[in-house]
């Protein structure tokens, strides 16, 4: 499947009223632990790409990200597992991946004409909005169609950030 998704910083406090005002659905809170993990054959850093076990309410989920495929959002191909999460971990340290961080965050989610909105809370990062469609279809339209929809709370395609959570938080520690 491919994720396509855009994700910019945003006071949720702003974005909370504005979706209620156009009619979204709220779908839940979650606490989202995820952990990352490297690759003993190749940096996956360097290559764009990612592998970590994301746990939510007791569950956990192995999900591989390939390299973004374009160059003003996160669009990519995923494939996810749901899988026992400290089994799953020492698998991956078994075949000598390593863990590259962990990334702590609530989730507040909303559906809306068939994308989710995620109001992020990271910590030690502040506030998100990310918006996704999956499909593996019309990928250049429903880029276009979640910028459209950013619009609506004075996001623009300028605003957009490509890296990851964990990038941010990998350049927050070695800026300290």
């Given at each position: 499947m491919i994720e396509i998704e855009v994700k910019a910083r945003a006071s949720h406090r702003f974005l909370r009223k504005k979706l209620a005002d156009i009619g979204a659905k709220p779908v839940g809170v979650q606490k989202h632990v995820d952990t990352y993990f490297n690759s003993p054959l190749r940096d996956f850093s360097t290559t764009d790409e990612a592998l970590r076990i994301r746990s939510v309410n007791g569950k956990s989920v192995l999900t591989y990200k390939g390299k973004k495929i374009d160059s003003v959002s996160k669009t990519r191909q995923e494939f996810e597992t749901e899988v026992d999460g400290e089994s799953a971990k020492k698998i991956l340290v078994a075949l000598g991946?390593?863990?590259?961080?962990?990334?702590?965050?609530?989730?507040?989610?909303?559906?809306?004409?068939?994308?989710?909105?995620?109001?992020?809370?990271?910590?030690?990062?502040?506030?998100?909005?990310?918006?996704?469609?999956?499909?593996?279809?019309?990928?250049?339209?429903?880029?276009?169609?979640?910028?459209?929809?950013?619009?609506?709370?004075?996001?623009?395609?300028?605003?957009?950030?490509?890296?990851?959570?964990?990038?941010?938080?990998?350049?927050?520690?070695?800026?300290k």
């Open positions: 991946f390593f863990e590259s961080g962990v990334v702590i965050k609530k989730r507040e989610i909303f559906s809306f004409q068939g994308m989710t909105v995620a109001l992020d809370s990271v910590e030690r990062l502040g506030e998100f909005i990310e918006v996704e469609i999956q499909d593996n279809c019309n990928i250049e339209s429903h880029r276009e169609e979640i910028f459209r929809f950013l619009e609506i709370f004075g996001i623009c395609q300028e605003d957009s950030i490509r890296k990851s959570y964990l990038e941010m938080i990998l350049e927050e520690n070695r800026t």
